[in-house]
């Protein structure tokens, strides 16, 4: 009776630790990103039972937002983190990272190498806003947090490559659609810099280079000169609604200038499905473009023909005058 039950108990601790390692071998990854928008496109590489959690609550001004203990938390049980590190509450994050308060890997976008840094039209100050609205940049990125991903459960690799590989696909997709985009632009801000110049069009100016300060008399003038003398193709604003967007949106109205709306990074939204947006609206504008020019064309074959009428009428009226 002994021996049984003894052998009943080791069966029943044999049970337990097999149960036990079943559910560690399906505790995902904890990934923590400081932006919605990252944690939108990571979760198109995760494996089931891998997390993704994003810092900054939407509506929320990033650059004053302030890390709260619920964050730090989150932070210490994370196995990756994903940063712009670009803000206050970002650098943070880093010091408690070098301190070793959080064990988590960093991942910081504009340290990854083969990341494309842009310097804003006219100035020498590197861009650090919406940095994978760049294609390339955007594939880089995913590469590097794929691989992270692996190293960190390397049960799920061909998972983690499977969902990288039919991104690249889809991203290679994009590119060859707007392979011959060769446009000028107007900007709002910089946050459109990386989607626009990614995508072919060459923003020559920016309303206000921060987007945070309102634009003064002197920006809109200057801005207003290459919309009347149609020195640009378009202008580009974002979905913030802020004061530049508003302007330029008049500006662009006013002067018959198409506008194109790039969403803003901090927007809930992956990017790929962001940038399809703006492709689907730039297909858009150049339909419009090609109609107004055919409607233009029209309109000079028409004239030419009334002109010759009413010349042959004068020339008629004339000889039976003689």
Same mark, same amino acid.
């Given at each position: 009776?002994? *021996?049984?039950?003894?052998?009943?108990?080791?069966?029943?601790?044999? *049970?337990?630790?097999?149960?036990?390692?079943?559910?560690?071998?399906?505790?995902?990854?904890?990934?923590? !990103?400081?932006?919605?928008?990252?944690?939108?496109?990571?979760?198109?590489?995760?494996?089931?039972?891998?997390?993704?959690? @994003? +810092?900054?609550?939407?509506?929320?001004?990033?650059?004053?937002?302030?890390?709260?203990?619920?964050?730090?938390?989150?932070?210490?049980?994370?196995?990756?983190?994903?940063?712009?590190?670009?803000?206050?509450?970002?650098?943070?994050?880093?010091?408690?990272? @070098?301190?070793? &308060?959080?064990?988590?890997?960093?991942? &910081?976008?504009?340290? #990854?190498?083969?990341?494309?840094? /842009?310097?804003?039209?006219?100035?020498?100050?590197?861009?650090?806003?919406?940095?994978?609205?760049?294609?390339?940049?955007?594939?880089?990125?995913?590469?590097?947090?794929? =691989?992270?991903?692996?190293?960190?459960?390397?049960?799920?690799?061909?998972?983690? $490559?499977?969902?990288?590989?039919?991104?690249?696909?889809?991203? &290679?997709?994009?590119?060859?659609? !707007?392979?011959?985009?060769?446009?000028?632009?107007? =900007?709002?801000?910089?946050?459109?810099?990386?989607?626009? &110049? =990614? $995508?072919?069009?060459?923003?020559?100016?920016?309303?206000?280079?921060?987007?945070?300060?309102?634009?003064?008399?002197?920006?809109?003038?200057?801005?207003?000169?290459?919309?009347?003398?149609?020195?640009?193709?378009?202008?580009? #604003? *974002?979905?913030?609604?802020?004061?530049?967007?508003?302007?330029?949106?008049? +500006?662009?109205?006013?002067?018959?200038?198409?506008?194109?709306?790039?969403? @803003?990074?901090?927007?809930? =939204?992956?990017?790929?499905?962001?940038?399809?947006?703006?492709?689907?609206? +730039?297909?858009?504008?150049?339909?419009?473009?090609?109609?107004?020019?055919?409607?233009?064309?029209?309109?000079?074959?028409?004239?030419?023909?009334?002109?010759? #009428? #009413? $010349?042959?009428?004068?020339? /008629?009226?004339?000889?039976?005058?003689?």
């Amino acid at each position: 009776m002994v *021996t049984i039950r003894k052998w009943l108990l080791i069966l029943l601790m044999v *049970t337990m630790i097999l149960t036990t390692n079943s559910y560690a071998e399906v505790d995902g990854v904890k990934v923590i !990103t400081t932006f919605q928008y990252l944690a939108d496109d990571v979760k198109n590489l995760l494996c089931e039972g891998d997390e993704v959690h @994003s +810092l900054v609550p939407p509506g929320v001004d990033p650059h004053d937002y302030m890390l709260t203990p619920k964050d730090v938390e989150l932070l210490k049980h994370a196995d990756l983190i994903i940063s712009t590190a670009h803000t206050h509450f970002e650098a943070r994050i880093s010091e408690l990272v @070098s301190e070793g &308060e959080v064990r988590a890997k960093l991942i &910081e976008i504009p340290k #990854i190498p083969g990341i494309n840094l /842009r310097y804003i039209a006219n100035t020498n100050i590197i861009n650090y806003h919406a940095i994978t609205y760049d294609l390339n940049n955007y594939l880089t990125f995913m590469h590097t947090i794929s =691989g992270e991903l692996t190293i960190l459960r390397p049960e799920c690799k061909s998972i983690y $490559l499977e969902k990288l590989k039919n991104i690249s696909n889809d991203v &290679e997709k994009l590119k060859n659609i !707007t392979t011959h985009i060769n446009l000028v632009a107007v =900007g709002s801000t910089p946050l459109i810099q990386y989607a626009t &110049e =990614g $995508l072919g069009i060459k923003v020559v100016k920016y309303l206000v280079v921060d987007h945070e300060v309102p634009p003064t008399p002197n920006d809109i003038s200057q801005v207003e000169k290459l919309l009347s003398t149609k020195s640009v193709d378009l202008v580009v #604003i *974002t979905g913030e609604g802020s004061a530049a967007d508003d302007v330029l949106r008049d +500006l662009a109205l006013k002067y018959s200038i198409p506008v194109l709306n790039v969403p @803003s990074p901090i927007s809930p =939204g992956d990017t790929l499905t962001k940038i399809e947006g703006v492709i689907m609206q +730039l297909s858009n504008i150049a339909k419009g473009s090609h109609m107004v020019e055919d409607y233009h064309q029209y309109i000079s074959i028409i004239s030419l023909i009334v002109m010759v #009428i #009413i $010349l042959t009428i004068i020339l /008629r009226g004339i000889s039976r005058w003689r």
